[in-house]
């Protein structure tokens, strides 16, 4: 998370070189940095052109790179890409514990139906349209920085776009949500909206990360501190989700 805000904060101030590196040793720390790659390329291309975007390019590569020398100089080259080829498939479900709309869809077994399976007897599976419906939803972030990307907040667009990739991609942890939480801390003094959006993610990655966890569940539902069937947590993990999906959306409007 600090290394991504630290790319966009170099980016929005004029460092492309520096921003691209610092991506890429975000996305080598943690695949959660990935959404924000197309914000930085079309920012980057925008306000720097092709070549800068180049230049950007071969800089967060460089860094991944030496990233990957100790495994490399190790013989761990062959695992390491095959981490970075198989991550899709490590955890193939709707939603991995995370509060989120597809544990509203699924009403809570999100992490018992496989995102590869056909969504409600449709030819297309759920990780499927949990795919489109995350590039729809960042059709607009997209394209409001791709307009106006000098006076774009870029920070705020990328918290935004954090929210919505923890509330509409399958797969998704319940600590997932940590992204947006630097990004709208550091866009709030900016843009006034991203003021109770820092305060309502921080209350709503607390529930994901406490409803989640059995020292927690065990202490608040002790006679059945069971956290994927317990039925006394169902409301509150509901109310969590619900408040994920709508407090992402809404900053979309």
Same mark, same amino acid.
């Given at each position: 998370?600090?290394?991504?805000?630290?790319?966009?904060?170099?980016?929005?101030?004029?460092?492309?070189?520096?921003?691209?590196?610092?991506?890429?040793?975000?996305?080598?720390?943690? =695949?959660?940095?990935y959404?924000? !790659?197309? +914000?930085?390329a /079309?920012? #980057? &291309?925008?306000?720097?052109?092709? *070549?800068?975007?180049?230049?950007?390019l071969?800089?967060?590569?460089?860094?991944?790179?030496?990233?990957?020398?100790?495994?490399?100089?190790?013989?761990?080259?062959?695992?390491?890409?095959?981490?970075?080829?198989?991550?899709?498939?490590?955890?193939?479900?709707?939603?991995?514990?995370?509060?989120?709309?597809?544990?509203?869809?699924?009403?809570?077994?999100?992490?018992?139906?496989?995102?590869?399976?056909?969504?409600?007897?449709l =030819?297309?599976?759920?990780?499927? !349209?949990? +795919?489109?419906? /995350?590039? #729809? &939803?960042?059709?607009?972030?997209? *394209?409001?920085?791709?307009?106006?990307?000098?006076?774009?907040?870029?920070?705020?667009?990328?918290?935004?776009?954090?929210?919505?990739?923890?509330?509409?991609?399958?797969?998704?942890?319940?600590?997932?949500?940590?992204?947006?939480?630097?990004?709208?801390?550091?866009?709030?003094?900016?843009?006034?909206?991203?003021?109770?959006?820092?305060?309502?993610?921080?209350?709503?990655?607390?529930?994901?990360?406490?409803?989640?966890?059995?020292?927690?569940?065990?202490?608040?539902?002790?006679?059945?501190?069971?956290?994927?069937?317990?039925?006394?947590?169902?409301?509150?993990?509901?109310?969590?989700?619900l408040?994920?999906?709508?407090?992402?959306?809404?900053?979309?409007?």
């Amino acid at each position: 998370a600090c290394l991504g805000l630290a790319a966009l904060l170099a980016l929005d101030v004029g460092a492309p070189l520096a921003g691209w590196t610092l991506l890429g040793l975000a996305c080598m720390t943690k =695949p959660q940095a990935y959404p924000l !790659l197309p +914000l930085a390329a /079309l920012t #980057t &291309l925008k306000r720097f052109g092709p *070549r800068g975007l180049l230049k950007g390019l071969a800089s967060g590569l460089g860094a991944a790179f030496l990233c990957a020398i100790p495994f490399i100089v190790h013989g761990k080259a062959g695992p390491l890409w095959s981490y970075f080829i198989s991550i899709a498939h490590m955890h193939p479900v709707v939603s991995m514990n995370a509060d989120n709309l597809w544990w509203i869809l699924t009403w809570g077994k999100g992490s018992a139906v496989s995102d590869l399976s056909p969504a409600w007897g449709l =030819p297309v599976s759920y990780r499927t !349209l949990g +795919l489109l419906l /995350l590039l #729809t &939803l960042h059709a607009p972030i997209w *394209r409001a920085v791709w307009r106006n990307p000098r006076g774009t907040n870029l920070l705020a667009w990328a918290a935004v776009s954090a929210a919505v990739f923890f509330t509409t991609a399958t797969q998704m942890h319940e600590n997932y949500l940590y992204l947006a939480l630097p990004l709208s801390a550091a866009a709030m003094s900016s843009e006034k909206r991203l003021r109770w959006a820092f305060a309502a993610f921080s209350l709503i990655f607390t529930l994901n990360m406490a409803l989640h966890y059995p020292a927690f569940t065990a202490w608040l539902v002790p006679d059945n501190p069971d956290i994927f069937t317990g039925a006394e947590l169902f409301p509150a993990r509901l109310s969590t989700a619900l408040a994920a999906t709508a407090a992402s959306l809404s900053l979309l409007a």
